[in-house]
């Protein structure tokens, strides 16, 4: 079955940086487009970034890009999201989210459990 595992979540200052790592199996990795996706307490799911199935192309909700950059080691089946400068605003459960097809802008059918992120000083 798939399976999305996330890590890397915790408590960090800030201005500090977080690296998250999603563990993906139980489907053909590199030809799905990924995407992460956070909740904050008391809000809706929001999008923050997508990339293409071979890495060649990556997407970023437009108050995260040059923050947050999105990769992914299609030989290790992982996805991975580098956040900079974070803020308390950050502070939310991040997924990883797989979408139906190589599409980013198509629907997503599967999430991770999802790993919180605390930004506090």
């Known amino acids: 079955e798939v399976q999305l595992v996330e890590s890397g979540g915790g408590l960090v200052r800030p201005g500090g940086s977080l690296r998250l790592s999603c563990a993906a199996s139980?489907?053909?990795?590199?030809?799905?487009?990924m995407s992460w996706v956070r909740q904050a307490p008391g809000k809706g799911p929001e999008w923050v970034s997508a990339?293409?199935?071979?890495?060649?192309?990556?997407y970023y909700a437009e108050s995260m890009e040059g923050q947050f950059t999105i990769s992914r080691d299609n030989a290790k089946n992982t996805l991975y999201l580098q956040m900079n400068s974070l803020k308390s605003e950050d502070t939310a459960v991040y997924y990883c989210?797989?979408?139906?097809?190589?599409?980013?802008?198509?629907?997503?059918?599967?999430w991770g459990q999802g790993t919180q992120v605390t930004v506090s000083s």
């Open positions: 139980g489907f053909t990795f590199d030809t799905y487009a």
């Open positions: 990339i293409s199935r071979n890495g060649a192309a990556s």
């Open positions: 989210a797989k979408a139906r097809n190589s599409d980013y802008r198509g629907g997503y059918d599967y």
